[in-house]
Nanobody, 118 residues
Framework: QVQLVESGGGLVQAGGSLRLSCAASGRTFSSYDMGWFRQAPGKEREPVVT???????YYADSVKGRFTISRDNAKNTAYLQMNSLKPEDTAVYYC????????????WGQGTQVTVSS
């Protein structure tokens, strides 16, 4: 079992930056793939980035070059650095953990709101 808690959301002007954190507790954090997802009002949840435990990373085209995922296994924390934010990045952002055994995102945080004003 893994518990995830996001933080770092907020209100920022277009062009600004935010860093989201995802603190994990429970079983070995380093053994999980980590992902960030977002859900905007009236839209379905969409993947933002996935990072395999070995480091391979996949970004959504909409955030490539602007967002960066990282993780500190010693602190059991994953991060999402978001730069050059746009109003269309406004959403609730969720982190999630996926085990190699299931290859499904079984563990989710509660979400953190990111609002980008124009």
């Amino acid at each position: 079992q893994v518990q995830l808690v996001e933080s770092g959301g907020g209100l920022v002007q277009a062009g600004g930056s935010l860093r989201l954190s995802c603190a994990a507790s429970g079983r070995t954090f380093s053994s999980y793939d980590m992902g960030w997802f977002r859900q905007a009002p009236g839209k379905e949840r969409e993947p933002v980035v996935t990072q395999w435990r070995g480091g391979t990373t996949y970004y959504a085209d909409s955030v490539k070059g602007r967002f960066t995922i990282s993780r500190d296994n010693a602190k059991n924390t994953a991060y999402l650095q978001m730069n050059s934010l746009k109003p269309e990045d406004t959403a609730v952002y969720y982190c999630a953990a996926r085990s190699a055994a299931t290859m499904k995102y079984e563990y989710w945080g509660q979400g953190t709101q990111v609002t980008v004003s124009s």
